[in-house]
């Protein structure tokens, strides 16, 4: 779950690079840029696209890629292989065929609200240093510096929507917009949270921690002082669990002895307290944190 959450970090952080060089192209056509979309084509099935161009003569689904050293496309099964520099090996998910397939998702979508088209795609590496070998023929695969000069001389003949069918289109797809929340986690990856480490964890090292004095907590294993662990547990649970905490989820996920010890570590978080007596939880006063 860790690495899988770097790499979403990673994924977010070369979308925001390659969008520095979509809004620096010039486009011959009228058109609108999504980023970050998120739509449905029934209830229980949403696709995510990075990057949604639609211009009056094509629409196009911008995949972004943000890999190191080398990656190999690998045709059946569909895989993409990494290869870093230490010599350590990754398989990924093929960025051709979440392509294609979202492709299929988008075209639906439109078929749904009465367009009849097909969309096209293109890959693009955010970093200008990966090594790409056995790259499939019939499918575009650039470097994010490449964008301009691709989407400028990207000029198909008809034209598929008028001005005003562009807009009611571009209006559809921020209406219908939905909020992409990873959070819990535990939920998001289908983590049983009975497995997570439980107790006062470094987070240097994820180490047991050990209380040296009133303030200080150290780790046994990377020797490090921890002046504030209950704070960092219950950023841990909000992230990973539940976006609300009781004095028993608290006891028991960060391992404490007593009810007033986790009373003690909830009331030196910022959390804000509701409820009462028995009912009482504590939840983030941050309306940015997802809730559930």
């Known amino acids: 779950?860790?690495?899988?959450?770097?790499?979403?970090n990673s994924g977010y952080s070369g979308e925001r690079n390659v969008d520095l060089y979509i809004e620096?192209?010039?486009f011959p056509?009228?058109?609108?840029?999504?980023?970050?979309?998120?739509l449905s084509i029934s209830s229980n099935h949403t696709f995510e696209i990075d990057t949604l161009i639609i211009s009056e003569r094509y629409v196009l689904i911008v995949e972004v890629k943000n890999l190191k050293d080398t990656v190999r496309f690998v045709k059946n099964p569909p895989h993409l292989k990494q290869t870093l520099k230490n010599g350590d090996e990754a398989v990924l998910n093929c960025p051709v065929y979440q392509t294609e397939t979202n492709k299929l998702n988008l075209n639906e979508w439109f078929r749904q609200h009465g367009i009849s088209l097909k969309t096209q795609g293109l890959i693009v590496l955010a970093n200008q240093n990966t090594i790409v070998e056995d790259a499939p023929d019939d499918f575009p695969i650039i470097y994010k510096k490449q964008i301009p000069y691709y989407l400028q001389n990207l000029l198909p003949d008809n034209v598929i929507f008028s001005g005003a069918e562009l807009e009611n289109i571009s209006r559809q797809i921020q209406h219908?917009?939905?909020r992409f929340n990873p959070f819990p986690l535990c939920s998001y990856f289908n983590i049983d949270a009975s497995d997570l480490r439980k107790g006062l964890l470094c987070h240097h090292c994820n180490g047991i921690l050990i209380k040296k004095n009133r303030e200080t907590w150290y780790c046994e294993f990377c020797s490090k002082d921890v002046l504030d662990p209950f704070n960092d547990g219950i950023k841990d649970w909000l992230?990973?669990?539940k976006s609300s905490i009781t004095n028993k989820e608290c006891r028991d996920f960060l391992s404490l002895k007593n009810s007033n010890a986790a009373r003690y570590a909830l009331s030196k978080s910022p959390l804000v307290k509701k409820g009462k007596s028995t009912a009482t939880f504590y939840i983030s006063g941050n309306k940015r944190v997802p809730h559930e």
């Open 239 to 241: 992230l990973l669990v």
């Open 29 to 38: 056509y009228m058109t609108n840029i999504f980023k970050n979309v998120h």
């Open 1 to 8: 779950m860790k690495n899988q959450f770097y790499r979403t």
């Open 24 to 26: 620096r192209t010039h």
């Open 176 to 178: 219908e917009q939905q």
